[in-house]
């Protein structure tokens, strides 16, 4: 029998529409040192944090003027380029937010865990007025490792003060769901679909949407969890 007693959710792709966003504004900043940021990069930085992305381009692009600059300056430049275009492009999912209404209801403590900056998740959740929804925010930023590792979600089941084992995950993508499963959690997997067959990692979730938003049901999660 499930037991949840708590739900944790990734942000970008999860609850908001925000990849094509990401998509936009990274492009146009990397593309300020020359780098082409094209859809097979892009398809495999979905679902990680933003600091593994610059150790991605170290290790592609090694010869780089970008892999000389203080990280903490290029997250500033990349979250500035960020906040300045998604102001104007961010829309919650219309089913997602149905839910967190309905979880909120009864009285499920939740949480963000994102691999986003702190300065972006606030902003974000300001824009869409999603930040009363949620009991803790984390950031893969605020622990040793991002997804697929599993530190940001054991972080927001502390914090919430939830066993891992009784939290349940919403996430989109493959790293997150890998993360959300190495850390002894339920996972409902929404992901975000660009055209490619579903990497096998989503077969390891405990509730799948194969076609993502389009599919997602909040009758049959909260069926399915039985909060």
């Given at each position: 029998m499930k037991m949840i007693a708590g739900a944790i959710?990734?942000?970008?792709?999860?609850l908001i529409n925000s990849e094509d966003n990401y998509y936009i504004s990274d492009k146009l900043f990397l593309s300020r040192y020359g780098i082409d940021f094209d859809d097979e990069f892009r398809f495999d930085m979905v679902g990680r944090g933003a600091a593994e992305l610059f150790r991605i381009i170290n290790e592609r692009y090694p010869e780089n003027g970008i892999n000389a600059i203080p990280i903490k300056e290029l997250l500033r430049q990349k979250d500035e380029t960020y906040i300045e275009y998604a102001e104007g492009h961010t829309e919650v999912f219309p089913r997602m937010l149905e839910l967190l209404e309905s979880l909120k209801a009864r009285k499920l403590p939740l949480a963000?865990?994102?691999?986003?900056?702190?300065?972006?998740?606030?902003?974000?959740?300001?824009?869409?007025?999603?930040?009363?929804?949620?009991?803790?925010?984390?950031?893969?930023?605020?622990?040793?490792?991002?997804?697929?590792?599993?530190?940001?979600?054991?972080?927001?089941?502390?914090?919430?003060?939830?066993s891992p084992?009784?939290?349940?995950?919403?996430e989109d993508s493959q790293f997150g769901v890998e993360a959300a499963k190495r850390a002894g959690m339920y996972c409902v997997a929404v992901p975000t679909v660009f055209g490619k067959a579903l990497p096998a990692v989503f077969r390891s979730a405990d509730l799948l949407f194969e076609d993502g938003q389009e599919s997602f049901s909040v009758n049959v999660v909260l069926d399915w969890c039985a909060v």
């Open positions: 959710f990734d942000l970008d792709g999860t963000i865990a994102s691999g986003s900056t702190p300065a972006v998740i606030g902003r974000m959740l300001e824009l869409t007025g999603l930040s009363s929804f949620f009991d803790t925010v984390v950031s893969s930023v605020e622990v040793a490792r991002g997804k697929p590792f599993p530190d940001v979600f054991i972080e927001a089941a502390r914090r919430l003060d939830v084992e009784r939290c349940l995950v919403f």
